[in-house]
């Protein structure tokens, strides 16, 4: 398996714009997870699905942010509209599913989301 | 709420020296404790894991990692650092008990090795 792929890797944008970012879990994997980095509040857990449905979204900032798992192979995590403090890198991670052989999740390469 | 604490957030050591990374849990049960490492511009990935069977955890590159309850601990060892070892290393924590299956990481830990 490629492992999970996130896209784009990097993405400058205005602020104002919409911005999507895109990944693809780890197949067979029941759950999925998008986190934030920065330099100043680490890593942050936005929001996490289970069989493409939202578990708990309690880190999602605020209404700007919006995710989406429409299918088990796909995710979007979409800004709109975007501030130049969004600016950070988004990591998409997914696990294969509860018992102690399925504990770790697995990283995607992350975008690095520059908004201007 | 779980919780992990990281001390230090600059390691600097010797090629060969001894790697020592902290890492305390706050948490009403044993959970899940996981190192990861990122190298820059990369995604983590996961260097060892406990998950209640052996309290020493030995992972990949030479590292290991030990589960004390009393002292709520998962410091993360390594006998001889190499100089690709040089990485910013996490520590994370999962609930096993309560159903929810996210992660909390600690604040990490940029480890310096010098030649």
């Known amino acids: 398996d490629a492992g999970v792929i996130q896209s784009p890797r990097h993405e400058v944008t205005e602020m104002g714009q919409e911005v999507t970012l895109r990944c693809k ?20 857990l936005l929001i996490y699905f289970n069989n493409n449905v939202p578990i708990d979204d309690s880190g999602m900032p605020e209404d700007r942010f919006s995710a989406k798992m429409p299918n088990a192979s796909f995710s979007t995590l979409k800004i709109q509209p975007s501030e130049p403090r969004d600016s950070a890198v988004y990591f998409c991670a997914s696990r294969p599913g509860t018992g102690v ?3 770790e999740a697995f990283f995607g390469q992350g975008t690095r989301l520059t908004v201007v | 709420a779980q919780s992990v604490t990281q001390l230090g957030s600059h390691v600097s050591v010797s090629e060969g020296a001894l790697v020592l990374l902290r890492c305390n849990y706050s948490s009403s049960v044993p959970p899940y404790l996981f190192w990861y490492v990122q190298y820059p511009n990369q995604g983590l990935q996961l260097l060892l894991k406990y998950t209640s069977a052996a309290t020493l955890v030995k992972g990949i590159n030479g590292f290991e990692a030990e589960f004390k309850k009393s002292e709520t601990s998962f410091h993360l060892t390594k006998p001889s650092a190499h100089m690709s070892d040089a990485a910013e290393y996490f520590c994370a924590v999962s609930d096993r008990n309560s159903g929810t299956y996210k992660y909390i990481f600690g604040t990490g830990t940029r480890l310096k090795v010098l030649a």
Do not use: A, K, V
Not at chain 1, 34 to 44: A, C, D, N, P
């Open chain 1, 25 to 44: 879990p780890i197949s067979g994997h029941d759950y999925l997870f998008w986190y934030r980095q920065t330099m100043m509040r680490g890593l942050e």
């Open chain 1, 101 to 103: 052989g399925n504990t």
